[in-house]
């Protein structure tokens, strides 16, 4: 799995939960990602254990190019 594809699971999660909580967890050879978010809070986005969370009241677009900064990090 890439950091686009990483981030499509990520978001379709999100929009599957809309106004409720969503939890994801991705595990590759090398990396592990982890996400318990509220829209687009990423209350706890942790990238190999690191904490990435943003904070509250990101639009979605914010929210998708977030994603897709924050997983540029990965190995796989």
């Keep these: 799995m890439n950091q686009i594809e990483i981030a499509r699971t990520i978001n ?3 929009l599957a939960n809309k106004n409720d909580w969503y939890f994801c967890t991705i595990t590759t050879e090398k990396d592990s ?13 942790l ?5 990435h969370s943003n904070g509250m009241g ?14 540029q990090c990965l190995e796989g």
């Design 33 to 45: 990602v982890r996400v318990k978010g509220y829209g687009t809070w990423l209350q706890k986005f």
């Design 12 to 14: 379709s999660a999100r």
């Design 58 to 71: 990101m639009t979605v677009k914010e929210y998708k190019e977030y994603l897709s900064k924050s997983l």
């Design 47 to 51: 990238i190999n254990g690191i904490d």
